[in-house]
Nanobody
Framework: QVQLVESGGGLVQAGGSLRLSCVAS????????MGWFRQAPGKEREFVAY????????TYADSVKGRFTISRDNAKNTVYLQMNSLRPEDTAVYYC?????????????????WGQGTQVTVSS
C-alpha cells in the first residue's frame, strides 16, 4: 500500500505560478513511477505529467509542455509539479498517482494508488 497526500493548491491569477507537492508513505516510493492528473468540473480526469522512478525520464501532456515541470526527491518520498504561466483552463483538482508500469502512462488505469487531490484555481 502507498498513501499519497497532495498540497500546494490555491487561487492564483493568470500568468502566475504554483508548486504542488505529493508526499508518499508506505511501500518504497522509489519503486514507483509517479504521475500528475487533473479533473475539471464535468470533465474526465486527464493526464498532466509523469516521471520515471529514477527521475531520468519525464512525459508531459501537450497542453502543459513548456509551462509545467515534474520532479521528484526519492530521499523525501516526494514528487513535485511546478506550474508556471498558469491559465484559467488549468483550473482543476490535481491528483498525484503511483504506478508500477512504464507504458501508457497517460492512462488512469495504469495507476494503483491515488491521492485525495488539491484544488487549483486560476482567475483571469
Amino acid at each position: 500500500q502507498v498513501q499519497l497526500v497532495e498540497s500546494g493548491g490555491g487561487l492564483v491569477q493568470a500568468g502566475g505560478s504554483l508548486r504542488l507537492s505529493c508526499v508518499a508513505s508506505g511501500r518504497a516510493f522509489s519503486g514507483y513511477g509517479m504521475g500528475w492528473f487533473r479533473q475539471a468540473p464535468g470533465k474526465e480526469r486527464e493526464f498532466v505529467a509523469y516521471i520515471l522512478r529514477n527521475g531520468d525520464t519525464t512525459t508531459y501532456a501537450d497542453s502543459v509542455k513548456g509551462r509545467f515541470t515534474i520532479s521528484r526527491d526519492n530521499a523525501k518520498n516526494t514528487v513535485y509539479l511546478q506550474m508556471n504561466s498558469l491559465r484559467p483552463e488549468d483550473t482543476a483538482v490535481y491528483y498525484c498517482a503511483a504506478s508500477v508500469t512504464y507504458t501508457a502512462v497517460y492512462d488512469v488505469r495504469r495507476y494503483a494508488y491515488w491521492g485525495q487531490g488539491t484544488q487549483v484555481t486560476v482567475s483571469s
